[in-house]
């Protein structure tokens, strides 16, 4: 059963040192800042969060516009509705008016009959 070893500090240390050494020599095989691939990158991240920009942008409008014109169907909904409340208001203050005629016409009629009947029997 020799299949498994024992290392030793050193070797260990050593493992660690050439896997630190390993990936340094990837990070540094990376394109860099001035690479052309990385400028194409660069610039398409730029292109899409410009369009994101914009469409979010054209999504407010639409949003604020809907919001006005929602805004404005309740400003006219609540001017009819005063209105009517207002039409209610004078029909209600006419047919008083009426009533407060007929009231007194009826007081005038009683009071004409009564002075009649007085007025015979004398």
Do not use: C, T
């Not at 639409?62 to 209105?83: G, I």
């Amino acid at each position: 059963m020799n299949g498994f070893k024992n290392a030793g500090l050193s070797e260990r240390l050593s493992a660690a040192a050439g896997a630190k050494k390993a990936l340094l020599e990837k990070f540094k095989a990376q394109p860099g800042v001035n690479d052309p691939v990385f400028a194409e990158r660069e610039e398409a991240r730029r292109a899409i969060r410009v369009a994101r920009e914009a469409r979010e942008a054209e999504r407010n409008a639409a949003r604020e516009a809907r919001k006005a014109a929602e805004q404005e169907v309740l400003q006219a909904e609540q001017a009819e509705l005063a209105a009517r409340e207002a039409l209610a208001v004078q029909e209600l203050a006419e047919q008083a008016k009426r009533q407060v005629a007929m009231a007194a016409e009826a007081k005038a009629a009683r009071d004409a009959r009564y002075a009649a009947r007085k007025a015979r029997s004398r």
